[in-house]
């Protein structure tokens, strides 16, 4: 069965350092989704990606966030400047359309210290 | 049912028994609505989705009940086994032209053997 699938599972980073995370959406799907758990909290939207640009943002997601297809397969979040309520899962999910289910991927923990 | 901050509500069951999982969504407007499993240290797993011209929807083991009119959503899962314990979400889409996913608290399932 097609996944989402995402790396690293696992990232600790200093405050104020970059990160990167990373996801290979499913091969036929066109929309592309980010969303993060912090723990013990509901999962919330950031962003929404189709066409190779951003279709939707959430308050959350500011100028320290930024999306990007660099290829066919990858999709990536970067946080340019990490704070320690960046601490949470971040979740990559796709869809094959606008209106069908989207599946998400593992998760990446993103520690902040 | 729902509930707020850290505290997911529990519902305990017996292997074999029927499960009901409630949710409120917010959005009158929302005409797409899933469930998701979540499992500790995963990601959301797609359950069954319905949509908002529909009142019921089955799937293997599980059914999906929308009541527009108060703004209802259940999740009955039939014969429930232990592999079912998991926090269960319901998401609703409040995005107009492309998916966005408001998630609710949660319902953590322990289904005993």
């Known amino acids: 069965e097609p996944e989402v699938t995402q790396t690293p599972s696992h990232q600790v980073t200093q405050m104020g350092q970059e990160v990167i995370l990373r996801c290979v959406p499913i091969s036929n799907h066109l929309y592309f989704y980010w969303y993060r758990q912090i723990l013990g909290q509901k999962v919330e939207f950031l962003v929404s990606f189709y066409n190779n640009e951003i279709s939707e943002k959430s308050e959350i997601f500011d100028d320290q966030f930024s999306v990007e297809r660099p290829d066919g397969s990858n999709f990536t979040l970067k946080i340019r400047s990490t704070k320690l309520e960046d601490s949470a899962m971040y979740f990559c999910a796709s869809t094959k359309d606008r209106d069908t289910e989207a599946f998400f991927g593992q998760g990446t923990r993103l520690t902040v210290v | 049912g729902e509930s707020v901050g850290l505290h997911l509500p529990t519902l305990s069951v017996q292997e074999g028994d029927n499960s009901i999982i409630n949710c409120a969504y917010s959005n009158s407007a929302s005409d797409y609505f899933i469930w998701y499993k979540q499992e500790s240290g995963k990601g959301p797993q797609f359950i069954i989705d319905?949509?908002?011209?529909?009142d019921k929807r089955q799937g293997q083991r599980v059914t999906v009940l929308l009541n527009k009119t108060v703004k209802h959503l259940s999740l009955q899962i039939a014969a429930t086994q232990p592999g079912d314990s998991a926090v269960y979400f319901c998401?609703?889409?409040?995005?107009?032209?492309?998916?966005?996913?408001?998630f609710g608290t949660g319902t953590r399932l322990l289904v005993s053997p």
């Open positions: 319905i949509r908002s011209n529909m």
């Open positions: 998401a609703e889409n409040i995005g107009t032209g492309f998916q966005k996913l408001v």
